[in-house]
């Protein structure tokens, strides 16, 4: 397939994917195109950033420009869901790009926000609506929407649902929507877990993949530094100066983790926002505006805020944490080389991560690169000096110390010993030698 043109989209879509840029299909667009168009099942492994949103809402909007229908208030007729507000907010632009010079009305519902506002756009219809799961229950729970009339149901980023815990929710509202419909389901990864819903979900699927399972972007450079924990935060500093780096997406393992970042960030005068789940709606947004236009260059995400972003130009992901699940790590990396370009990713691995590590290796089928710590960085002292990989200090080099004497014995977890504080031994109190004079003074 060379172009858009080949496919039986309706004239007005074809027009709107030329005026977006786009004239050649990805393969993942190649193959879930034309089965949509015929209102079959699909069932797509892909990755994000290969064009998986263009690939179910060209055709989606061609069916409905086939056949038109005046709205009904409280009942549209696609559903599409997606795990986070940020990914539900991109779908609804994609599809009121993809659906420009026709009358059809796409909304997006989601948590965080005012429920008034969104009700009263439920009130007057709407062809697509594009929500989260949770919010769709409490309208749904409301009477303000009814599935009663989906005639599409779309998910996306299902196994992200499943991790973020949703699945009680699908299921709740599979039984809201039609058994007779199309349901199109896409997954990143496809763990047993995923394969199960999606045959709950699925009628005789047409299956289209465009990756191995589990499998990294092919165009990103991978790469693991070893060292300690509490060096981190210098070492993404250092590392963030490089003059190749120039965008970058920073990954915390949590919300507390993301904000100490951009301080630390913000004293080393790197210009850094932060978006997590403590975040508000408007707090995110303005954060990744900010990100986008360029005033801040870093942006520092957990995984929940951080799933389906698209954004171009994004040099390097750095996984300042390591997940807890290895697809994890695959979704992470997938926000760099996407569309044909090139990227580059970095994990900070602590001495205490290496088994998330092997797990990660395990998963992706490949050992990543071990890489020295940038030349020029010192590891800041005091740190834990339990023993390191190889990139623990640039070579030849070891960590200044200040003239303190001898050093005092350590025990397993780093603390000195005779260190109450961190020392599992229990605190033997000293005995007070007798003052000079004390004994001739006694009896």
């Known amino acids: 397939m060379t172009d858009f043109n080949q496919f039986a989209l309706a004239a007005p879509v074809r027009e709107a994917i030329a005026e977006a840029g786009y004239t050649t299909p990805t393969p993942i667009q190649t193959q879930a195109i034309g089965p949509v168009l015929e209102g079959r099942d699909v069932l797509g492994i892909a990755q994000t950033g290969t064009g998986k949103t263009l690939a179910f809402a060209a055709p989606t909007l061609s069916r409905l420009a086939a056949e ?21 907010g991109q779908i609804a632009e994609s ?3 993809y659906s420009a010079g026709q009358r059809i009305k796409i909304d997006c519902i989601f948590g965080g926000v005012k429920i008034g506002r969104q009700i009263r756009a439920l009130s007057r219809g709407s062809d697509v609506l594009v929500a989260t799961p949770g919010r769709l229950i409490d309208l749904h729970e409301q009477s303000a929407v009814d599935l009663s009339k ?4 779309i998910l996306d980023e299902a196994d992200q649902m499943l991790d973020l815990g949703f699945i009680h929710a699908l299921r709740k509202i ?9 349901t199109l389901f896409f997954s990143a990864t496809m763990p047993k877990a995923i394969a199960t819903l999606s045959q709950s979900f699925l009628t005789d699927p047409v299956k289209v993949s465009v990756t191995p399972v589990s499998s990294t972007a092919e165009r990103v450079d991978q790469a693991v530094m070893h060292v300690h924990q509490k060096a981190k935060p210098a070492l993404l500093a250092h590392v963030l100066k490089q003059p190749e780096v120039r965008r970058v997406l920073v990954f915390s393992r949590t919300k507390h983790g993301a904000d100490r970042l951009v301080k630390h960030l913000a004293k080393e005068n790197i210009e850094a926002v932060a978006i997590h789940g403590n975040k508000s709606q408007n707090q995110r947004l303005k954060a990744l505006d900010a990100f986008k236009s360029g005033k801040a260059w870093v942006l ?3 995984d929940i805020a951080a799933r389906g972003l698209d954004i171009d130009g994004l ?16 979704h992470r990396i997938g926000r760099t080389g996407r569309a044909g370009a090139s990227g580059e990713t970095i994990a900070f691995v602590a001495p205490e991560e290496r088994p998330l590590l092997r797990d990660i290796e395990k998963t992706i089928r490949m050992k990543i690169e071990e890489r020295d710590l940038p030349e020029g960085f010192e590891v800041p002292t005091p740190i834990d000096t339990a023993p390191l990989g190889k990139s623990e200090r640039p070579a030849g080099k070891s960590p200044r110390r200040r003239n303190r004497g001898p050093r005092k014995p350590r025990t397993e977890g780093g603390a000195s010993a005779g260190n109450s504080q961190n020392s599992d031994k229990p605190r033997h109190k000293r005995r007070r030698r007798p003052r000079q004079g004390a004994a001739a003074n006694a009896g």
């Open 68 to 88: 038109p229908k005046p709205l009904t208030a409280r009942m549209p007729r696609v559903l599409v869901l997606a795990p986070t507000r940020e990914l539900a």
């Open 95 to 97: 599809f009121k790009t």
């Open 150 to 153: 989906i005639e599409t149901l």
């Open 174 to 182: 599979a039984k809201m929507v039609p058994p007779e419909r199309q």
């Open 300 to 302: 520092v995400a957990t």
């Open 315 to 330: 040099t390097h992901v750095i996984n300042f944490d390591l997940p807890n699940v290895p697809e994890q790590y695959v």
